[in-house]
């Protein structure tokens, strides 16, 4: 099953009902509507994800007012839970948070949502070049495949990675030493160079892949060193192995009952008469003091806007004045990744009575990566399958039949024959997905943040920035989202002072 939502949203623009109006009505027409006064409001917050929930709390708590509007029918951007019955649910967008997410953890304690730890018990399964091997998660150096040629130049890579990216300043990447060096060149380019062996640069590959959910030969080598820079505390010490990893790393936890209960939670201290759904922005007009926020359902005027949609998708946006010409080439520059997440649904997770933990890394066509994805009880059972980058990108055109059999044909390699019979299987494409365009974050190729990187957090007048895209520390997870929403409602506050 693909779910993928129809209604209008930020993308778009008014020129079909602009023109509509233009046109002397027809016999026997109705006239056109008179056009109603703009509604007033201190703050309009664009996007009714983690990131402009937060903004728009903050807004509140300061003494403001505030409205959100949301394209979807549904407040949660990237999020979103899918019922399995009997109280379960999995999660087809983000679901993961780990060590130094302390923002998103103390928002989860505060909302009474609990975490439990992703299933890691057991072997893990390397399933690369014809081979199916064991190798355990637990030892000193953590997962280490059992590449032993591969393996060991991959850490050191990684390693060598670290230490790169402790040179990068979160806030401003393109100010680092190597940044005109860094940012000419692919990851690919820099992996070919630095890693020489087939295990080592699959290692690498899926590592890419899996974070980012694109190529190695897309991505600047500056935006990767940045995004590990910022895995950590904001302070710094991120890591490319706490991005990858499940224990110490930040696919951890999850959530129980579902990663969606925290925007749920925010929207509810919100309130519903602050959040209107469906309600898809198609143009913004600044003037001097104020903003018009023109929706489908109403033009809202305030005296500061936060845009939180991806970068992608505010580039079709309808701004007046016009953008400024860095920030409409960084849009153009900046696209989301490709990823398909897939699960199937079992009675029980069999694998585990093999004593397997669920996960696999894999050279495998479509599914590389794989997750033990059960409820907190472990029933029912389910297997998760990334179809990430290239893959995703070619998967995505043919048929979801197809994609299920090619996907339940990598689970039985991977853990036998009765993998290939779920009970029920679930598929999400984020980059079908209108108002987000891919997942699972923006990244930057050559050339982007050396250039055009400084108009990324950059106010355009009373508009502020604000999405996981934005943030400085965990940037593209859930815990950044967070951090970049109160930023921007504290530029946006003091708009207003």
Same mark, same amino acid.
């Given at each position: 099953?693909?779910?993928?939502?129809?209604?209008?949203?930020?993308?778009?623009?008014?020129?079909?009902?602009?023109?509509?109006?233009?046109?002397?009505?027809?016999?026997?027409?109705k006239?056109?509507p008179?056009?109603?006064?703009?509604?007033r409001t201190d703050?309009?917050?664009?996007?009714?994800?983690?990131?402009?929930?937060?903004?728009?709390l903050?807004v509140?708590?300061?003494?403001?007012s505030?409205?959100?509007?949301?394209?979807?029918?549904?407040?949660?951007g990237?999020?979103?839970?899918?019922?399995?019955?009997?109280?379960?649910?999995?999660?087809?967008?983000?679901?993961?948070v780990?060590?130094?997410?302390?923002v998103?953890l103390?928002?989860? @304690?505060?909302?009474?949502?609990?975490?439990?730890?992703?299933?890691d /018990?057991g072997?893990?399964?390397?399933?690369?070049?014809?081979?199916?091997?064991?190798y355990?998660?637990?030892?000193p150096?953590g997962?280490?495949?059992?590449?032993?040629?591969?393996?060991?130049?991959?850490?050191?890579?990684?390693?060598?990675?670290d230490?790169?990216?402790?040179?990068?300043?979160?806030?401003?990447?393109?100010?680092?030493?190597?940044?005109?060096?860094?940012d000419?060149?692919?990851?690919?380019?820099w992996?070919?160079?630095n890693?020489?062996?087939?295990?080592?640069?699959?290692?690498?590959?899926?590592?890419?892949?899996?974070?980012?959910?694109?190529?190695?030969?897309?991505?600047?080598?500056?935006?990767?060193?940045?995004?590990?820079?910022?895995?950590?505390?904001?302070?710094?010490?991120?890591?490319?192995n706490?991005?990858?990893?499940?224990a110490?790393?930040?696919?951890?936890?999850?959530?129980?009952?579902?990663?969606?209960?925290i925007?749920?939670?925010?929207?509810?201290?919100?309130?519903?008469?602050?959040?209107?759904?469906?309600?898809?922005?198609?143009?913004?007009?600044?003037?001097k003091?104020?903003?018009?926020?023109?929706?489908?359902?109403?033009?809202?005027?305030?005296?500061s806007?936060?845009?939180?949609?991806?970068?992608?998708?505010?580039?079709?946006?309808?701004?007046?004045?016009?953008?400024?010409?860095?920030r409409? /080439?960084?849009?153009?520059?900046?696209?989301?990744?490709?990823?398909?997440?897939?699960?199937?649904?079992?009675?029980?997770?069999?694998?585990?009575?093999?004593?397997?933990?669920? /996960?696999?890394?894999?050279?495998?066509?479509?599914?590389r990566?794989?997750f033990?994805?059960?409820?907190?009880?472990?029933?029912p059972?389910?297997?998760?399958?990334?179809?990430?980058?290239?893959?995703?990108?070619?998967?995505?055109?043919?048929?979801?039949?197809d994609?299920?059999?090619?996907v339940?044909r990598?689970?039985?390699?991977f853990f036998g024959?009765?993998?290939?019979r779920p009970?029920?299987?679930?598929?999400?494409?984020?980059?079908?997905?209108?108002?987000? @365009?891919?997942?699972?974050?923006?990244?930057t190729?050559?050339?982007?943040?050396?250039?055009f990187?400084?108009?990324?957090?950059?106010p355009?007048?009373?508009?502020?920035?604000?999405?996981?895209?934005?943030?400085?520390?965990?940037?593209g997870?859930?815990?950044g989202?967070?951090?970049?929403?109160?930023r921007?409602?504290?530029?946006?506050?003091?708009?207003?002072?």
């Open positions: 099953m693909s779910r993928t939502v129809t209604r209008r949203g930020l993308l778009g623009t008014a020129a079909g009902a602009a023109g509509a109006a233009a046109l002397p009505p027809s016999a026997g027409a006239p056109a008179r056009r109603r006064a703009p509604r703050v309009v917050v664009v996007g009714a994800g983690l990131a402009g929930l937060r903004a728009a903050d509140v708590a300061a003494g403001r505030v409205v959100v509007l949301e394209a979807r029918d549904r407040v949660g990237r999020l979103l839970n899918h019922a399995l019955g009997e109280g379960e649910v999995i999660e087809v967008g983000g679901q993961w780990g060590p130094t997410q302390d998103l103390g928002l989860a @304690r505060e909302l009474g949502v609990d975490t439990f730890p992703t299933y /018990q072997s893990y399964l390397y399933a690369a070049g014809g081979r199916r091997e064991r355990s998660p637990t030892g150096l997962p280490v495949p059992p590449d032993l040629l591969g393996a060991p130049e991959a850490f050191l890579a990684i390693a060598q990675l230490q790169m990216a402790a040179t990068v300043p979160v806030e401003a990447p393109w100010k680092a030493p190597r940044a005109a060096e860094w000419s060149q692919t990851f690919e380019t992996k070919l160079a890693a020489h062996t087939p295990g080592a640069r699959l290692l690498l590959d899926l590592a890419i892949e899996a974070v980012w959910a694109c190529e190695p030969r897309d991505v600047s080598l500056l935006h990767v060193l940045a995004y590990i820079r910022g895995a950590g505390p904001a302070g710094g010490g991120g890591s490319l706490r991005l990858i990893n499940t110490g790393g930040a696919q951890e936890q999850r959530f129980v009952g579902g990663s969606q209960r925007v749920l939670g925010l929207a509810e201290r919100l309130g519903k008469r602050r959040v209107k759904l469906g309600s898809p922005v198609r143009r913004v007009v600044q003037r003091g104020s903003v018009d926020v023109v929706c489908d359902t109403a033009t809202w005027r305030a005296r806007v936060v845009v939180t949609a991806p970068p992608a998708v505010t580039a079709s946006i309808d701004w007046e004045p016009w953008l400024p010409a860095d409409a /080439q960084l849009l153009q520059r900046f696209p989301q990744g490709n990823a398909i997440k897939c699960q199937a649904v079992y009675d029980e997770p069999f694998w585990r009575a093999d004593g397997l933990a669920g /996960q696999v890394t894999s050279d495998a066509d479509p599914v990566i794989t033990d994805n059960s409820p907190p009880d472990g029933r059972g389910v297997l998760l399958g990334f179809i990430e980058g290239h893959a995703a990108r070619v998967w995505a055109r043919r048929s979801a039949a994609r299920k059999a090619a339940l990598c689970f039985a390699d024959d009765r993998a290939s009970k029920a299987y679930v598929e999400m494409d984020w980059s079908a997905e209108r108002w987000t @365009r891919g997942c699972y974050v923006g990244f190729p050559p050339g982007v943040l050396l250039d990187g400084e108009a990324i957090r950059r355009h007048q009373r508009v502020h920035w604000a999405g996981a895209e934005t943030a400085t520390v965990w940037n997870y859930m815990d989202a967070l951090r970049s929403g109160s921007a409602a504290a530029e946006a506050l003091g708009d207003l002072a």
